[in-house]
């Protein structure tokens, strides 16, 4: 254990975060302590907008709750990433209301883009006002990508008779006129260039905001051309990938690769196992989160603070009602796992 | 008295196949499926409606194909209100509060589609009043 880790909070009394942040970090101890950093991660704030100046109190908390809570981490992170759906619909005002909770952090964050932020206008004010789509940079001998894993076919995005109705359709989860989300050719022939000067032994880290694996289509916590983007990651030796857009816990390891899945701040969504009619795949190793307690609208929501030791990633939930869970990557199991649930299979309470 | 015998001649007067009233018959379970179908389709519609509530937040926001509603388990005690209630009362409990709108009548024609959409999306899961 590293006591300047456990700290990581100023006691500076606000909200009660200080109380449910003591943070207890699972360190790898053949980590060279100079190589170890840490990142927030932030995703899902689905900022929505009613009318004019007014939006949807409960998801405006949610995000504001996360951002005071960041900027509470000490040391600071090197870094806040902010993993998708920062709008519900779209609107450039909702972006930009989203922007400007999050510009209440002391660290400028980096972007992913979701669905959300994108089917109104196909990702142009986002790329303008926001981010790029898609891009990659380098960190303490890490090397993050960032993808925009949420695209889809042409016939489907031209199918609509305006922007409005092509967003709505694809805002529902469970719409069967939606359409599977794909990272696509053009986008892989970047990441293979991309990764081309990356030497194999660089340890790498991917962002994008559907689960680069398969998991269930119905709600489309999938990409269609995941094995793709799996087969340009499996030359070296130790990727991990962070996804959003599920709104709760999900790890798995496939080969060479760990995912983890980001919470929400709006909302939790349920595991597929609880739609009876679902056939779904979720990965076994994952220790499903606690049920979420409706009357409690923070219940089942957080954020993360990622650490990266020697190129292995540990994900510490930060769940506002609930105790914070910390999934890392087990060296001698070669695999992500629960720090503290892994043999107890379970948290608290059994879905269905 | 009288009027449940009156009931019983309209009855007998208005269905074609009384003589073997114990089997329905294949036009008869194809309208009641049709009719029950509809309801299906206008709480689907009600649950995906963004003028439901006041926020414009819908109901299958938080819970898709109606996940996480558990219908099989009401009536049951919800400990956040303190006593025993039916689903329709936890749907007006999701009006009022995630989605900031007013409550619907028990018998809302609107209630009904939306305990029926609910209900449907769990077809073939066994009864289990009370569970938690
Ligand atoms: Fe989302
Ligand atoms: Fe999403």
């Known amino acids: 254990m590293n006591n300047s880790r456990r700290d990581f909070l100023k006691q500076s009394g606000l909200l009660l975060a200080a109380s449910t942040l003591p943070l207890s970090l699972v360190e790898i101890a053949f980590a060279k302590e100079e190589d170890n950093f840490s990142f927030a991660y932030i995703s899902d704030a689905h900022i929505q907008q009613i009318k004019g100046t007014q939006f949807v109190r409960n998801w405006d908390r949610g995000l504001m709750r996360a951002v005071a809570e960041a900027n509470l981490l000490d040391p600071k992170p090197d870094f806040v990433m902010f993993g998708g759906d920062l709008a519900q619909l779209g609107k450039p005002e909702e972006i930009d209301h989203g922007l400007e909770i999050l510009s209440a952090l002391n660290t400028k964050p980096r972007f992913v883009l979701g669905e959300h932020d994108f089917y109104l206008d196909m990702g142009e004010y986002w790329a303008k006002k926001v981010s790029e789509h898609h891009y990659s940079f380098d960190h303490k001998g890490v090397h993050f990508v960032v993808l925009n894993s949420i695209l889809t076919y042409d016939d489907w995005n031209n199918k609509w008779s305006s922007p409005q109705e092509r967003m709505a359709m694809m805002a529902g989860l469970d719409n069967p006129l939606g359409s599977p989300f794909m990272v696509g050719e053009a986008q892989r022939n970047w990441l293979k260039a991309d990764l081309a000067k990356v030497d194999k032994k660089t340890p790498v880290v991917v962002f994008s905001h559907s689960p680069l694996q398969k998991i269930y289509k119905g709600w489309n916590f999938w990409t269609d051309d995941a094995e793709q983007v799996q087969a340009l990651l499996k030359p070296f030796n130790k990727v991990t990938v962070i996804y959003g857009h599920v709104h709760q816990i999900q790890y798995n390891q496939i080969g060479n690769i760990s995912f983890h899945s980001v919470m929400a701040t709006a909302w939790p969504w349920p595991y597929p196992s609880t739609y009876a009619k679902a056939e779904q795949f979720l990965p076994k190793l994952t220790v499903e989160m606690n049920r979420a307690d409706p009357f409690f609208e923070r219940d089942a929501t957080g954020w993360q603070l990622i650490d990266i030791a020697t190129g292995n990633t540990a994900v510490h939930y930060q769940l506002a009602e609930n105790k914070p869970r910390t999934v890392a990557f087990n060296p001698k199991t070669k695999r992500p796992e629960d720090s503290e649930y892994q043999q107890q299979r379970a948290v608290t309470q059994n879905h269905y | ?132």
């Open chain 2, 1 to 132: 008295m009288l009027t449940y015998k009156k009931t019983l001649i309209v009855l007998a007067l208005s269905l074609p196949g009384i003589v073997n009233a114990d089997e329905f018959t294949k036009a008869d379970l194809t309208q009641w499926e049709n009719e029950f179908q509809t309801v299906v389709k206008q709480g689907r519609a009600a649950f995906t409606d963004p003028n439901l509530g006041s926020n414009g937040v819908v109901c299958a926001q938080c819970h898709p194909n109606a996940a996480n509603t558990h219908p099989e388990t009401y009536p049951k005690f919800q400990k956040q209100l303190g006593k025993v209630i039916s689903l329709w009362e936890m749907v007006n409990w999701c009006l009022r509060n995630p989605l900031e709108g007013k409550p619907l009548a028990a018998d809302d024609p609107k209630m009904t589609a939306l305990v029926a959409y609910i209900t449907s999306e769990r077809k073939g899961v066994k009864l289990d009043a009370g569970k938690h």
